[in-house]
């Protein structure tokens, strides 16, 4: 079972578009490759939601929202507001397990941070993560105060027993402050593990052939793209 779990240091990091990539490097090498959205809390101002960008980015992919709520908050709140009932980690791992018997890949996107809630008994993403034993990719932001963030998010999964693989900044600016470059080098140290790639701001705007080259030279070889951790520092002057 290639089961990946995709979880963010916080709201509006970019994990959508780093889930879009990943698939989309996948489908191009022939795998076939599976999204799960663990809970859809707010639409875009069209009507749409992640995986409607999932599938307009990457292709070909197969996909399942397992609990969608029309206010943008956490899933339990969101749930007790609409009356619409809770996902489970069980229904989640069960998903991605079903997937799996027919998918190469599967990929977990989840809604926020690691801990936020899916129901009031305080279930959340990490909770399928353990659930599956599958390894997390954390996709954080580029500037200042993610430092913070990105530690807290990895020293959760350590103390849960769960891998994390490493960190992806989900939106690169294209004029990247101190902070910015600085965090370069400083993400991986807070994250635990190695920088596996940097996507840039805007790229949700383009359309699927450009996407699939802006995801191969920001995703790395880990994810079968060309992204070079220490030649980019290098580019910004850092390492």
Known sequence: MTVIVITGTGTGVGKTIVTSAIAALAGASGR??????????????????????????????????????LEP???????????????????????AVDLSETHDLVLIEGAGGLLVRFDDT??????????????????????????????LTAEVLLRRGI???????????????????????????????????????????????EFLEIARAGLSPWFGGDFDPEQFAKAYNIG
């Open 73 to 95: 908050l956490a899933p339990a709140t969101a749930a007790r507001r609409s009356g619409i009932p809770t996902v489970t980690p069980a229904q989640i791992a069960g998903t």
């Open 122 to 151: 305080g279930a959340t993403l990490a909770d399928v993560a353990w659930a599956l034993g599958v390894p997390v990719v954390i996709v954080a932001q580029a500037g200042l105060g993610t430092l913070n963030a990105t530690a």
């Open 32 to 69: 076939k490759v599976a999204v799960v959205k663990a809970a859809q809390a707010g639409l875009e101002p069209d009507g749409t939601g992640d995986l409607d960008t999932v599938r307009r980015l990457a292709g070909d992919v197969t996909t399942r929202e397992m609990v969608r709520y």
């Open 163 to 209: 891998e994390s693989v490493g960190v992806i900044v989900g939106s690169w600016p294209a004029d990247p402050d101190l902070a910015a470059r600085c965090n370069l080098e400083d993400l991986p140290v807070a994250a635990g593990g190695p920088l596996l790639g940097a996507l840039p701001e805007g790229a949700g705007g383009l359309d699927g052939a």
